[in-house]
T-cell receptor, first 113, second 114 residues
Framework: RKEVEQDPGPFNVPEGATVAFNCTYSNSASQSFFWYRQDCRKEPKLLMS???SGNEDGRFTAQLNRASQYISLLIRDSKLSDSATYLCVVIGSRGSTLGRLYFGRGTQLTVWP | NAGVMQNPRHLVRRRGQEARLRCSPMKGHSHVYWYRQLPEEGLKFMVYLQKENIIDESGMPKERFSAEFPKEGPSILRIQQVVRGDSAAYFC????????????FGPGTRLLVL
């Protein structure tokens, strides 16, 4: 089983729409979670960290459900510039995996005018 | 305040040649990670280094691949006798610490093996 699983999409939504991405992780001991964004042929860039209490940054809201080992990202009022691949990332927290990032395959989003 | 730097950005090699990829971490960062992204795939961890030490190389193929992070100078990922399957984007990331520290990525080196 993969460490991080994501629906690859693609999601095609109109401007202004609300879209949600989900991901699941396999290691119940994982402590730190992130969403990264990757534009075509570019490096991943940190979008936001994900905390147990949930966190919001403008139009973006991230949620963590430890019991279900499930992470979500909600984007409200989508903009054309939100078109990218969104990567769910879990950080290794024990022993030999300490510090290692585990990436999902990414969910592709296209926002159309 | 320069970010993570990688060079070259693009590298073309013929089968059997050597590829050397360089990564200079962000100022003040002593932890370096290398990841590989194959076409249409997610990023996969390869190796984690601190200055002069390889901490975890379990994601790196045991043959033909090596990595170092010397006391002075950039981290180097070296691929000997490249094969077509090595064609990928290789990303370097750096962080100031380990657990819960954000990793910042460089622009990547795109290796094409002919």
């Amino acid at each position: 089983r993969k460490e991080v699983e994501q629906d690859p999409g693609p999601f095609n939504v109109p401007e202004g729409a609300t879209v949600a991405f989900n991901c699941t992780y396999s290691n119940s001991a994982s402590q730190s979670f992130f969403w990264y964004r990757q534009d075509c042929r570019k490096e991943p860039k940190l979008l936001m960290s994900v905390y147990s209490s949930g966190n919001e940054d403008g139009r973006f809201t991230a949620q963590l459900n430890r019991a279900s080992q499930y992470i979500s990202l909600l984007i409200r009022d989508s903009k054309l510039s939100d078109s990218a691949t969104y990567l769910c990332v879990v950080i290794g927290s024990r022993g030999s995996t300490l510090g290692r990032l585990y990436f999902g395959r990414g969910t592709q989003l296209t926002v159309w005018p | 305040n320069a970010g993570v730097m990688q060079n070259p950005r693009h590298l073309v090699r013929r089968r059997g040649q050597e590829a050397r990829l360089r990564c200079s971490p962000m100022k003040g960062h002593s932890h370096v990670y290398w990841y590989r992204q194959l076409p249409e795939e997610g990023l996969k961890f390869m190796v984690y280094l601190q200055k002069e030490n390889i901490i975890d190389e379990s994601g790196m193929p045991k043959e033909r691949f090596s990595a170092e992070f010397p006391k002075e100078g950039p981290s180097i990922l070296r691929i000997q006798q490249v094969v077509r399957g090595d064609s990928a984007a290789y990303f370097c990331a750096s962080s100031a610490g380990v657990v819960q520290e954000t990793q910042y990525f460089g622009p990547g080196t795109r290796l094409l093996v002919l």
